[in-house]
Nanobody, 122 residues
Framework: VQLVESGGGTAEVGSSLRLSCKASSATAEVGCMAWFRQAPGQERQGVAALDEQDRPKYDPSVAGRFTIIKDNEMNTLYLQMNDLKADDTAIYSC??????????????????WGQGTQVTVS
């Protein structure tokens, strides 16, 4: 299983970006999927996740600004990021878990990861 992120780049404060994570397997069969980010010198942080019923969960730092969406026809997970802030600058990675899962924002809950895409907000 491969996960490939795209859509990162440089954005201005207050603007929007949409990240994509293309899966090599059918996302309809995935248990849970999530987006994480890691800023320089900081630990990886869970940003948004979908549980087995595709119910979303968000970190408080992005709630109301970010939206996680899964398109099973495209086998793609998206992260719509609005009202970007400088603190959103990080490498963003998507993750998936085909086994039992709960839509956790803990990185240890996922066994499959993409390579990451850089988001810089200034």
């Amino acid at each position: 299983v491969q996960l490939v992120e795209s859509g990162g780049g440089t954005a201005e404060v207050g603007s929007s970006l949409r990240l994509s994570c293309k899966a090599s397997s059918a996302t309809a069969e995935v248990g849970c999927m999530a987006w994480f980010r890691q800023a320089p010198g900081q630990e990886r942080q869970g940003v948004a996740a979908l549980d087995e019923q595709d119910r979303p969960k968000y970190d408080p730092s992005v709630a109301g600004r970010f939206t996680i969406i899964k398109d099973n026809e495209m086998n793609t997970l998206y992260l719509q990021m609005n009202d970007l802030k400088a603190d959103d600058t990080a490498i963003y990675s998507c993750a998936a878990e085909w086994g039992w899962c709960s839509g956790s924002l803990r990185s240890g809950a996922y066994n499959f990861w993409g390579q990451g895409t850089q988001v810089t907000v200034s």
